[in-house]
C-alpha cells in the first residue's frame, strides 16, 4: 500500500491552531454567553495544501483500526492476531496457533525431520541410569518437550503430515515424559526410556499405546510442553544462527538448516502465546513473541531466496526480540 502524507506538515499545525481558537470564552462569573468567534477566511496557499477529495487519491486497503488491542504489536497486520486461529497470512507475516495453520509456519518435511532428530538424543540420554540421574535428565526433559511440541502441531497440522494418526498419544506420551523428566527418579528413567523406545517404533513405522483420557484440547502449557525446555531450544538455534550468518559464505553453507532451525523458531513463539503459558495475559510478553515469529518467517524467506544481507539482518532482530523479552520475562 502506499502511503500519502497531506502536504505540507505546515497546514495541519495551522488548523490545529485554529480549531483552538473555535470558542471565545467570556469571563465566567459575568454569566455572559460565550461568541463563536469569526469564520477563518483561508489564503490560496492554505486551501492548496489539501486534497478535495483525499478518497478519491489515496490508494490501497483501508486500515483496519479495530483490530488493535490486547496482544497487538506494532507493524503487525489487521487480522494477524495470535488469538485468531487459521486466520488468512497477511503481508510478510503467518497468522497460525495451536488448532490454526500451522503449515504457514512450518513445512510437513521439517516438522518430520525435526522429530526424527531426537531418535539419538533420547537413545542417548537413557543409555545409562546413572548418567541419567547424574545430569542427562535434564537434556531428557528438554528432548521429551520438543517431542511433544512437535506431535502437538502434528495433531493439528492443516495439511498431509507423518504420523498423524499416532499424533495424539504421541503428544501426550512425550509431553507428560518432559514433565517427568524435571526431576531424576528410578521413575523418571523408566519413562524415559520407554518413550524412547516408542519414538524408535512410530520412525520404524509402528504403532504406540495411547494413553488412557487422551484429550486432543488439553492446554498445551501442561499437557504438551512446559515453556523453559521450549526457551532451551530457541537458545541452540540462536548459537547456530549467528555463525551461520555472519558472512556469505557460511551463509551459503548452511541454508537449509538455517531455513530449518527459523520454521522451528516460529512455531516456538507461536506455541508460547497461547492459553495457559506464564506471561501470556501480558501484551508486551506477546509482543516480543509475534515480533520473534515474524522475524524467524523473514529469516526463513531470506534463507531460501539465498539473501545473505537480509538473513544475517534478521537474525540480529531475533536476538533483540529474545533479549527484550528475557529482561521482564524469565520463568
Known amino acids: ?69 490486547k496482544g497487538s504489536v506494532a507493524g503487525s497486520t489487521p487480522g494477524n492476531n495470535p488469538a485468531s486461529p487459521g486466520s488468512a497470512p497477511s503481508g510478510d507475516t503467518a497468522d497460525a496457533s495451536p488448532g490454526g495453520a500451522w503449515s504457514k509456519l512450518i513445512t510437513a518435511d521439517a516438522l518430520q525431520d525435526e522429530i526424527k532428530s531426537y531418535l539419538p538424543a533420547v537413545q542417548s540420554d537413557v543409555k545409562n541410569p ?58 523418571s528413567f523408566n519413562d524415559a526410556k520407554t518413550q524412547a523406545e516408542n519414538l524408535a517404533a512410530l520412525i520404524r513405522g509402528d504403532t504406540i499405546p495411547a494413553p488412557a483420557g487422551a484429550d486432543p484440547k488439553a492446554p498445551w502449557a501442561k499437557m504438551v510442553a512446559n515453556r523453559p525446555p521450549l526457551m532451551h531450544r530457541l537458545d541452540a538455534a540462536n548459537n547456530l544462527l549467528g555463525p551461520w550468518t555472519a558472512n556469505p559464505n557460511d551463509f551459503a553453507k548452511n541454508l537449509e538448516q538455517i531455513d ?8 516456538i513463539a507461536e506455541a ?59 520463568s
Not at 502524507?5 to 469571563?27: C, E, G, K, N, Y
Not at 542427562?136 to 498423524?164: I, P, Q, T
Not at 530449518?260 to 512455531?267: F, L, N, R, T
Open 272 to 330: 508460547i502465546q497461547s492459553d495457559g503459558y506464564e506471561f501470556t495475559d501480558d501484551s508486551s510478553y506477546k509482543g516480543f513473541a509475534r515480533e520473534m515469529e515474524k522475524q524467524a518467517l523473514a529469516l526463513s524467506a531470506a534463507a531460501k531466496s539465498k539473501n545473505a544481507d537480509q538473513a544475517r539482518l534478521t537474525v540480529g532482530a531475533i536476538n533483540k526480540a529474545c533479549s527484550n523479552c528475557h529482561g521482564g520475562f524469565r
Open 1 to 69: 500500500m502506499r502511503n500519502f502524507l497531506l502536504r505540507p506538515l505546515t497546514a495541519v499545525a495551522i488548523v490545529a491552531v485554529i480549531m483552538a481558537q473555535q470558542w471565545v470564552s467570556a469571563d465566567d462569573s459575568t454569566g455572559a454567553p460565550r461568541k463563536r468567534a469569526m469564520p477563518p477566511k483561508w489564503d490560496k496557499r492554505v486551501v492548496d495544501s489539501f486534497f478535495s477529495d483525499a478518497k478519491s487519491t489515496l490508494e490501497g486497503t483501508r486500515p483496519d483500526f479495530g483490530t488493535g488491542g
Open 130 to 187: 546413572s548418567e541419567f540421574k547424574g545430569n542427562l535428565f535434564k537434556h531428557a526433559r528438554d528432548d521429551f518437550s520438543m517431542l511433544g511440541l512437535a506431535f502437538g502441531v502434528v495433531l493439528e497440522y492443516d495439511g498431509d503430515v507423518r504420523w498423524k494418526a499416532q499424533a495424539l498419544a504421541a503428544r501426550d506420551l512425550f509431553g507428560r515424559a518432559g514433565v517427568n523428566c524435571k526431576v531424576a527418579t528410578d521413575q
Open 260 to 267: 530449518h532451525e527459523a520454521q522451528i523458531m516460529a512455531v
